[in-house]
């Protein structure tokens, strides 16, 4: 039995505003690694609140994965920005970012997060879901090529950080004409 046939060891829903503790933890947990995420310990707790409030508000796609024991151990959220009347036109685009706890990590819950998050995204004025990723995480490189992200670019040596330099590659994914 491969990954994608067992059982999913955490459910996909919407994330809610009750959330906020455990999606703050989770993410603190992974950024705290230091490797994946450009964040390195979560943002205060009245940022994440306001974040979170905002992608609630404006109905942009943010699910979790929450798992019967440990609670919630991953997230996936598409931010739009918020229309700047002095630099309209961007407001097709989505910006892409997840994570799950070490553990679960490799079983199939990332395909299944993004898969929703897409799929809430098609019912947004998302065409474009755009995204940064280290060209060192490879599992995450395969993941987004698997859903149809391409590489549009490579900032060379962009991070440096505990000695080691890493690129970032820029990947995005436009909407398939027969959605529109
Ligand atoms: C990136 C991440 C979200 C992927 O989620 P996941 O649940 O581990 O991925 P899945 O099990 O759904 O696997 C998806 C695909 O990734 C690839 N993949 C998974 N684990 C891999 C590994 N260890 N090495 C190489 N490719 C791997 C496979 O192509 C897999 O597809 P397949 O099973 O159909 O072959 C997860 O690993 C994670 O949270 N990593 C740390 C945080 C992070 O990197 N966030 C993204 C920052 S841009």
Redesign the pocket.
Same mark, same amino acid.
């Given at each position: 039995m491969?990954?994608?046939e067992k059982p999913l060891p955490a459910s996909i829903r919407p994330i809610r505003a009750a959330d906020l503790e455990e999606f703050r933890a989770c993410l603190d947990r992974?950024a705290r690694?230091r490797?994946?995420?450009a964040f390195t310990a979560a943002p205060k707790v009245q940022q994440a609140q306001f974040f979170l409030g905002n992608m609630l508000k404006r109905a942009l796609p943010f699910v979790v994965a929450e798992c019967p024991i440990d609670g919630i151990v991953?997230w996936?959220d598409i931010y739009v920005e918020t229309e700047d009347e002095l630099r309209p036109g961007y407001s097709h685009v989505g910006r892409?970012? %997840?994570? @799950?706890?070490?553990k679960? #990590?490799?079983?199939?819950?990332?395909?299944? %997060? @993004?898969r929703v998050a897409l799929d809430l995204a098609r019912s947004t004025r998302i065409e474009r879901v755009e995204?940064?990723?280290?060209a060192s995480?490879?599992?995450?490189i395969? @993941?987004? #090529?698997?859903f149809g992200f391409e590489t549009e670019g490579v900032r060379r040596r962009a991070r440096k950080l505990d000695g080691r330099y890493d690129d970032v590659v820029m990947m995005a994914r436009l909407r398939p004409p027969q959605q529109d």
């Amino acid at each position: 039995m491969n990954a994608a046939e067992k059982p999913l060891p955490a459910s996909i829903r919407p994330i809610r505003a009750a959330d906020l503790e455990e999606f703050r933890a989770c993410l603190d947990r992974v950024a705290r690694e230091r490797v994946h995420i450009a964040f390195t310990a979560a943002p205060k707790v009245q940022q994440a609140q306001f974040f979170l409030g905002n992608m609630l508000k404006r109905a942009l796609p943010f699910v979790v994965a929450e798992c019967p024991i440990d609670g919630i151990v991953g997230w996936c959220d598409i931010y739009v920005e918020t229309e700047d009347e002095l630099r309209p036109g961007y407001s097709h685009v989505g910006r892409l970012g %997840m994570g @799950l706890d070490v553990k679960f #990590r490799g079983l199939g819950l990332g395909s299944a %997060m @993004l898969r929703v998050a897409l799929d809430l995204a098609r019912s947004t004025r998302i065409e474009r879901v755009e995204l940064q990723v280290y060209a060192s995480n490879e599992p995450a490189i395969a @993941l987004y #090529r698997k859903f149809g992200f391409e590489t549009e670019g490579v900032r060379r040596r962009a991070r440096k950080l505990d000695g080691r330099y890493d690129d970032v590659v820029m990947m995005a994914r436009l909407r398939p004409p027969q959605q529109d």
